[in-house]
């Protein structure tokens, strides 16, 4: 063997070793999932998937509204594989439009009848993950301060004392502010719920992107008040906060936080193994302890001692096929932006 040639079997030996190196990795399983809750929850479901199945997962964090705008984009060739988490609306939306698929995980039987229902109604393409109640919370000193008394109610959110005072999120990015307007259609009727709206316009002082941002911006002062689902609240409350969280008296929505395939999914049988993981015990006892206070999904995992608690509250009915519809989303966030964004202050 001449040294030219043994030198191209070496060259050969190395380049086998690197490619089967190559397919070592890719066997071991990727997975790219879009994530629809705080990134404070997002990262340790993401370690602790990798560390139980060794799937390799890139993860994006954005709100709900969001990732449903760019699932839709990239129907034709889609990047990511698993949607988690996020208000359960915008993933009706997806079901309707053949953006996810159906699957029925063996997890089922194991969760609370709200979450299989989700399950049912996206004809197998979405299922709860946990549940939350929409409310408001004002900040205490500011409201000692501006002398304003506590609001208790909906209604109460219009005083004039509240000029700029008041934080919500834009329902065309967030399905949290999605549900406020929802909500607030099923309480009022349309008519009504519009005509709020547009007065609440002129106290709101910015419709941020994330839905949870209001309660950010409460907790240190940036708002008076803030609406958004009331575990968030209650988050910046546990770590101190000076905040009230409150349940509207009028009746108040709730989400069924949810998760979804991706239609076309690149990395099918790995996206079914985060779903059924994430529908177990183990990954759900994860929100707790990220200071996320929803009530999961999953009758054996313990519901957090500081989690609102839903029988309490004065909940609506609240119509998830109804609103979750494409149909019904579109033609409400249009007539929002047209009669309520776009209002002078």
């Known amino acids: 063997m001449t040294t030219f040639t043994r030198r191209l079997a070496l060259l050969g030996t190395v380049f086998g070793a690197a490619l089967a190196a190559s397919t070592g990795a890719q066997a071991q399983g990727q997975l790219t999932v879009y994530c629809g809750v705080q990134e404070d929850w997002c990262r340790p479901m993401v370690d602790a998937f990798e560390k139980a199945t060794g799937v390799k997962v890139s993860m994006i964090r954005k709100s709900s509204g969001e990732i449903y705008a760019q699932v839709k984009a990239e129907a034709s060739n889609p990047r990511g594989d698993v949607w988690w988490g996020g208000t359960g609306d915008p993933h009706m939306q997806a079901a309707e439009e053949n953006l996810t698929e159906e699957y029925k995980s063996p997890k089922l039987p194991e969760l609370n009848e709200w979450a299989v229902r989700q399950w049912e109604q996206s004809k197998g393409r979405a299922v709860g993950i946990y549940s939350g109640a929409l409310g408001f919370a004002y900040n205490t000193k500011l409201l000692a301060e501006k002398k304003i008394d506590d609001p208790k109610c909906w209604a109460d ?42 007065k609440l316009h002129a106290n709101v002082n910015q419709y941020t992107k994330s839905g949870a941002a209001p309660a950010k911006a409460t907790s240190l002062g940036e708002t008076t008040v803030g609406i958004a689902f009331l575990h968030d609240h209650v988050t910046m409350i546990v770590e101190g906060a000076p905040m009230k969280a409150v349940a509207p008296c009028e009746g108040t929505g709730y989400e069924i936080g949810s998760m979804s395939i991706i239609k076309g999914a ?80």
């Open 266 to 345: 690149k990395n099918l049988d790995n996206a079914k193994k985060w779903y059924d993981w994430a529908l177990s015990p183990e990954a759900q006892k994860l929100g707790a302890a990220a200071k996320s206070y929803q009530v999961p999904s999953n009758k054996a995992t313990p519901i957090p001692p500081q989690a609102p608690k839903l029988s309490d509250i004065k909940l609506i009915n609240y119509d998830f096929a109804k609103y979750g519809s494409s149909d019904e989303r579109k033609r409400l966030l249009t007539k929002w932006d047209k009669e309520v964004k776009a209002q002078p202050k």
């Open 157 to 198: 959110l219009l005083n004039p004392k509240l000029k700029d005072e008041v934080q919500v999120a834009d329902p065309n990015s967030s399905g949290t502010a999605y549900t406020m307007l929802a909500t607030l259609v099923q309480i009022m009727g349309e008519d009504k719920a519009f005509d709020y709206m547009k």
